[in-house]
């Protein structure tokens, strides 16, 4: 078996064919890091989007919230005991009511919203993280995953 001079002893002809390339720990979390930075942008765009929605959109609880706004903080006191803040808490109490599709009764005030990253959020962050570093994006996806599986193991740890 003659080998060629200037040749790898490993891998084979074939692109992506051998030894997968070995990072340092620290190159590992920087990717990761970085992936988990854009992430949270995503989240974070995702809940303004859906508050912006759910807000000004489907109620008009923003506009309501805005009349009140206009109070000046010196007469906020004397607005809380006028018969222009009954008026303000019933027209509160009945758009809730109709975003709630209820008829009467105490109306639910808390509102759930998905704190998740919007539908293909993750390939964007691995393509635009591999384009940063150089990467592919499967090696930028198993690097991500490692730097989650090492938060992970330190919050087990402690």
Known sequence: MSEKPGKNS???????????QKW????????????????????????????HDLFGQQTELEWHWAEVSKVPLNKRGQFLKS????????????E?????????????????LKAKAPR?????????????????????DNMWQAYRRFEAEEITET
């Open 120 to 140: 293909g959020a993750r390939k964007d962050i691995l393509e635009q993280v591999a384009k940063t570093f150089g990467l592919s994006t499967k090696q930028a």
């Open 10 to 20: 490993h891998g084979g002809k074939r692109g992506g064919a051998g030894r997968p």
């Open 83 to 94: 018969e222009a803040f009954e008026v303000h808490s019933q027209d509160i109490n009945e």
């Open 24 to 51: 340092s720990f620290l190159f590992v979390v920087k990717v990761g890091q970085a992936c988990e930075t854009l992430n949270k942008k995503a989240i974070e765009e995702s809940l303004e989007q859906q508050k």
């Open 96 to 112: 809730l009511k109709m975003f709630a599709n209820q008829k009467d009764g105490e109306v639910n005030r808390v509102v759930k």
